[in-house]
């Protein structure tokens, strides 16, 4: 019996986390913000979502994108995800983290609402 099976290892299928739209679209799809796994979203924005522990600053990042969303008029609902499991998919390692039609465009600091409008503009 062998104490290190090397080469043995299981290989596991590693986990995408799917669109709240629930399209079936993955963050693997996504080289630049855009609209492909949602062509029905108004503006090209059918998902976003704000990565956090639940802290202060999470919470601020999660306000400044609501405010930002309504701002600009979108009809989409800004999601809030503090399931640790469900931020490792995203293989985000530092807080909060903004995740905009499946592809996380920023971690690590709390953006202003009008930063947050501008990336949704893009």
């Known amino acids: 019996m062998s104490l290190f099976n090397f080469g043995k290892k299981k290989e596991e299928e590693k986990k995408a986390p799917a669109c ?9 799809e996504f080289s630049e913000i855009s ?6 979203a ?4 059918c ?5 956090g522990a639940g802290c202060k ?6 306000e400044n994108a609501k405010q930002a969303v309504s701002a600009m ?3 989409t609902e800004v999601e809030y995800i503090t399931d640790m499991q469900k931020i ?3 293989g985000v390692m530092s807080m909060p983290a903004l995740v905009i039609n499946g592809k ?3 971690h690590g600091k709390v953006l202003k609402s009008a930063d947050i409008a501008k990336l949704l503009g893009l």
């Not at 998902?47 to 990565?51: A, E």
């Open 42 to 45: 108004k503006d090209g924005i």
């Open 104 to 106: 996380v465009v920023s």
């Open 20 to 28: 709240a739209c629930n399209c079936g679209c993955t963050t693997s």
């Open 47 to 51: 998902c976003v979502k704000v990565l």
């Open 35 to 40: 609209n492909d796994c949602c062509p029905e």
């Open 73 to 75: 008029g979108l009809g």
């Open 57 to 62: 600053s999470c919470r601020e990042m999660f």
């Open 88 to 90: 490792m998919e995203y």
